[in-house]
């Protein structure tokens, strides 16, 4: 296999990469401007054309770790300008989707994610859930995996219920810290197919990575390369290459993941909610107070679980609050690309007056 399809290269993104002989590189690590990707050849540090810079309004629209870029190469072929993204199969992101000011991409083109809890305090339904509607919205396929087996006489209950709660999610048990149930998967780090690990610090993380690795990784296992002015330059990788052949992508941005979650996510969770919801007297029912709520109906009558109907209620709470807040990333942004065109007017202001 050839280094493009070991990194999970496709026919659906070859037929989006066109024809202005630009080449294909993946993200693998991103530093604030400066990627490190790679490309049929090897690996290679890319940065953003001013152009593609100026155009991105929203902050999804910059690349992110898993991204396939279309890259132009510099004439020795050791530096590659991105021009575009191509479209993403799947996304991981922090924020609301439907609101681009809000939303980041911590990870794209992920096939699988992976959500790690224990068998002690973290289980908690309520986060799963949570995680769910976030992996749902962003076009994955979730697999939660009960971490720390080993701590808990039976955790046969713990399955259970995660299976009760969320009917066609697989779920595994697994003790990473003694090597136990990690066969279970393997289905899912096949070849170059793509995951990530989302869960709380403490949950084993790390120790899963190093045992699917199998090596003591450190965070900064350094990628060096060469830039085109011959410098080296080091940056910390992000996708790691499992000995499969599996990609697993750990990055900064997952693990500061607080959770958030996204409207169309949530929906899928609370599909039963919604459903009632569509039988509200009022069609921007909150279903907190107001009169003729079917949601409430069904919550006095005891057709719907009061715990469950709690999560939705702070979820919704929390989503108004995330909206309100603004985003400060946005506003800078903004600022920047003011600045650059401001700079750009007076420097052909400049240079009129030097014409006359
Ligand atoms: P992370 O923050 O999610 O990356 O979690 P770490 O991998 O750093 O693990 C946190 C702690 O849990 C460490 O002390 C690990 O040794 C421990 N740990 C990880 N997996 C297991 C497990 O399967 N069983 C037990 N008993 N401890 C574990
Ligand atoms: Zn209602």
Not at 18 to 30: F, K, N, Q
Not at 206 to 228: E, I, K, P
Not at 250 to 265: C, I, K, N, Y
Not at 328 to 340: C, D, G, Q, V
């Amino acid at each position: 296999m050839d280094l493009l399809a070991a990194h999970g290269w496709s026919s659906y993104f070859a037929q989006h990469l066109g024809a202005d002989g630009c080449v294909p590189a993946r993200v693998i690590s991103e530093q604030r401007d400066r990627y490190w990707t790679v490309s049929a050849t090897g690996e290679l540090p890319v940065e953003l054309s001013g152009r593609f810079r100026f155009e991105a309004t929203f902050p999804r629209e910059l690349p992110a770790v898993g991204d396939w870029l279309a890259v132009r190469l510099s004439p020795d072929d050791r530096m590659g300008m991105a021009i575009r993204v191509l479209p993403r199969k799947s996304v991981i992101a922090r924020g609301t989707a439907g609101r681009p000011a809000e939303e980041q991409i911590l990870a794209a083109n992920v096939d699988t994610a992976f959500i790690v809890t224990t068998v002690d305090r973290d289980f908690t339904v309520r986060r799963m859930e949570r995680y769910l509607s976030m992996i749902w919205s962003g076009g994955a396929e979730p697999v939660i995996l009960i971490n720390k087996v080993d701590l808990c006489a039976d955790h046969s209950g713990l399955m259970a219920q995660t299976g009760l709660a969320f009917p066609g999610v697989a779920v595994h048990a697994l003790s990473a810290l003694h090597d136990h149930g990690l066969d279970s998967l393997h289905g899912y780090l096949g070849s170059a197919r793509t995951s990530v690990m989302l869960g709380s610090s403490g949950v084993g993380k790390s120790t899963l990575l190093n045992r699917l690795t199998g090596q003591h990784l450190q965070r900064s296992g350094d990628v060096r390369a060469a830039d085109q002015r011959g410098r080296h330059t080091t940056s910390s990788r992000q996708m790691f290459v499992l000995p499969g052949g599996g990609l697993l992508i750990d990055t900064p941005g997952l693990r500061e993941l607080s959770l958030s979650h996204a409207a169309s996510g949530l929906r899928r969770t609370f599909a039963d909610i919604e459903t009632l919801a569509a039988q509200c007297r009022f069609r921007d029912c909150r279903h907190r107070d107001e009169p003729e709520c079917a949601v409430l109906e069904a919550l006095d009558g005891g057709l719907l679980d009061r715990s469950h109907y709690d999560n939705f209620i702070k979820l919704l709470k929390e989503q108004d609050y995330q909206r309100r807040r603004g985003d400060p990333a946005m506003n800078a942004r903004t600022k920047r690309r003011w600045k650059s065109m401001t700079k750009e007017l007076r420097l052909m202001q400049e240079f009129k007056r030097g014409e006359e």
